[in-house]
């Protein structure tokens, strides 16, 4: 009798210190889970935040200019601006037009920049060129069908490496015109400040 009572309490103490070990167990392993849950949160957010377009814009003589980054990877990445004519039936100019215009006829679309970023590469835009006859104006001029356009240039970030830090500007040109009222009057070099490292590239 005595030794089944003895072989029962070691049962039970055995049952006791069980109960207790995976208990311990679960909590350290859902505290661990926790840190690496939140550990991913963290890695996560700071990667969206990075890789989230930065975007801003301005409306000024007949057009509404969106400029946003795109793909900005380490040190390079590009400017994408939309050309938005705030009438219907109001045309861009090509980027290939003089920098006076045709017979001082109109102005080209231009994107540039200065400072902490330098152009990677020939800027592309997403519309054909048009060549039309303009009142007063005996030769072709180069323009864009009405409505918005979307210039992309190449960038990347300044100093050894890509890592400069500091401040760059994107310098917005370009003049909207009809066919049959005329034109706006052109904006040269309107600039846009940057924030620039070689991590990121974002607007104040």
Same mark, same amino acid.
């Given at each position: 009798?005595?030794?089944?009572?003895?072989?029962?309490?070691?049962?039970?103490?055995?049952?006791?210190?069980?109960?207790?070990?995976?208990?311990? =167990?679960?909590?350290?392993?859902?505290?661990?889970?926790?840190?690496?849950?939140?550990?991913?949160?963290?890695?996560?957010?700071?990667?969206?935040?990075?890789?989230?377009?930065?975007?801003?814009?301005?409306?000024?003589? /007949?057009?509404?200019?969106?400029?946003?980054?795109?793909?900005?990877?380490?040190?390079?990445?590009?400017?994408?601006?939309?050309?938005?004519?705030?009438?219907? /039936?109001?045309?861009?100019?090509?980027?290939?037009?003089?920098?006076? /215009?045709?017979?001082?006829? /109109?102005?080209?679309?231009?994107?540039?920049?200065?400072?902490?970023?330098?152009?990677?590469?020939?800027?592309?835009?997403?519309?054909?060129?048009?060549?039309?006859?303009?009142?007063?104006?005996?030769?072709?001029?180069?323009?864009?069908?009405? =409505?918005?356009?979307?210039?992309?240039?190449?960038?990347?970030?300044? =100093?050894?490496?890509?890592?400069?830090?500091?401040?760059?500007?994107?310098?917005?040109?370009?003049?909207?015109?009809?066919?049959?009222?005329?034109?706006?009057?052109?904006?040269?070099?309107?600039?846009?400040?940057?924030?620039?490292?070689?991590?990121?590239?974002?607007?104040?």
């Amino acid at each position: 009798m005595a030794r089944t009572t003895t072989s029962t309490r070691t049962r039970t103490s055995a049952r006791t210190r069980a109960a207790f070990a995976p208990r311990g =167990g679960r909590l350290a392993g859902a505290a661990l889970a926790l840190f690496v849950t939140a550990g991913l949160t963290s890695c996560s957010a700071a990667k969206a935040e990075q890789s989230a377009p930065a975007v801003t814009r301005f409306t000024q003589n /007949g057009v509404t200019v969106t400029l946003a980054v795109a793909g900005w990877k380490d040190d390079k990445g590009s400017l994408k601006a939309t050309f938005t004519p705030t009438e219907v /039936g109001y045309h861009l100019y090509s980027t290939d037009l003089p920098a006076d /215009g045709v017979e001082g006829v /109109g102005r080209p679309t231009s994107v540039t920049v200065a400072g902490g970023l330098s152009a990677d590469g020939p800027a592309s835009v997403d519309a054909e060129v048009l060549r039309i006859n303009l009142p007063g104006v005996e030769s072709k001029v180069p323009v864009y069908p009405d =409505g918005p356009v979307t210039l992309t240039l190449p960038v990347r970030a300044e =100093g050894e490496g890509g890592a400069s830090a500091g401040t760059a500007k994107a310098l917005i040109s370009y003049a909207s015109c009809n066919a049959e009222e005329g034109c706006n009057i052109p904006v040269l070099d309107r600039p846009v400040i940057l924030n620039v490292t070689g991590k990121t590239l974002t607007f104040p």
